[in-house]
């Protein structure tokens, strides 16, 4: 992570080798495979490509079991748009859109706290 964190700051060669430590340590870590792949990708790399084929992949996988949050939503918006899979971008679109759309508030979920001494005195 810490690798990862470094080469948000930097650029260039030296961000290369910071995000390819990062997926020495952790070669799972789906924000280096998106960003490392994006930066591959860029420079016609198909190392690139195959970093995002596995980025979606794995993100993919927490969306079906829905324990994706919603940063990993967005990246996987991301890194299958940049792969041209539209589908699984329109996937992880509906689930963000379904998210913003989820209240906070539930009426039939409040405590009722007219009689506030009920809560404040011991029985």
């Given at each position: 992570?810490?690798?990862?964190?470094?080469?948000?700051?930097?650029?260039?060669?030296?961000?290369?080798?910071?995000?390819?430590?990062?997926?020495?340590?952790?070669?799972?870590?789906?924000?280096?495979?998106?960003?490392?792949?994006?930066?591959?990708?860029?420079?016609?790399?198909?190392?690139?490509?195959?970093?995002?084929?596995?980025?979606?992949?794995?993100?993919?996988?927490?969306?079906?079991?829905?324990?994706?949050?919603?940063?990993?939503?967005?990246?996987?918006?991301?890194?299958?748009?940049?792969?041209?899979?539209?589908?699984?971008?329109?996937?992880?679109?509906a689930?963000?859109?379904?998210?913003?759309?989820?209240?906070?508030?539930?009426?039939?979920?409040?405590?009722?706290?007219r009689?506030?001494?009920?809560?404040?005195?011991?029985?």
């Amino acid at each position: 992570l810490t690798a990862y964190n470094l080469a948000c700051f930097t650029t260039g060669e030296s961000r290369e080798m910071l995000l390819r430590k990062s997926l020495a340590l952790d070669p799972h870590m789906t924000p280096t495979l998106f960003s490392l792949g994006q930066t591959l990708m860029h420079q016609d790399e198909k190392e690139g490509r195959e970093m995002l084929e596995l980025c979606v992949r794995i993100l993919e996988k927490r969306l079906d079991r829905h324990l994706i949050t919603p940063d990993e939503a967005r990246r996987l918006i991301n890194a299958a748009g940049a792969i041209g899979r539209k589908a699984t971008a329109q996937r992880a679109r509906a689930w963000l859109d379904g998210q913003r759309d989820a209240s906070a508030y539930d009426e039939d979920n409040l405590a009722d706290s007219r009689n506030r001494e009920s809560f404040t005195t011991k029985d």
